[in-house]
């Protein structure tokens, strides 16, 4: 029989180190099982890289605060 996360058949139930359960194809990791809050967090970690490596390369061009809300013709109040 395989050990844990070495399966040798298609499709056979494995782990990784995390402890997340894997599918293997022939011993291979193929898809791992993570809950659906690790998926967000992960696509929010994403999601901030790409845009401090867009904020790095110069691509990015931010509005001050005080000129969208005078295009939005929204007058501060004191």
Same mark, same amino acid.
């Given at each position: 029989?395989?050990?844990?996360?070495?399966?040798?058949?298609p499709g056979?139930?494995?782990?990784?180190?995390r402890?997340?359960?894997?599918?293997?194809?022939?011993g291979?990791?193929?898809?791992?099982?993570?809950s659906? *809050?690790?998926?967000a967090?992960?696509?929010?970690?994403?999601?901030? /890289? @790409?845009? &401090? %490596? *867009?904020?790095?390369?110069?691509e990015?061009t931010?509005?001050?605060h /005080? @000129?969208v &809300? %005078? *295009?939005?013709?929204?007058?501060?109040?004191?």
């Open positions: 029989m395989a050990s844990p996360g070495r399966g040798s058949a056979t139930r494995g782990g990784l180190a402890g997340q359960p894997c599918r293997t194809d022939h291979t990791p193929a898809a791992v099982l993570i659906p *809050r690790e998926l967090d992960l696509e929010d970690a994403l999601a901030l /890289a @790409e845009y &401090r %490596a *867009r904020q790095a390369a110069g990015v931010g509005v001050p /005080a @000129e &809300r %005078a *295009r939005l013709g929204l007058e501060r109040t004191a």
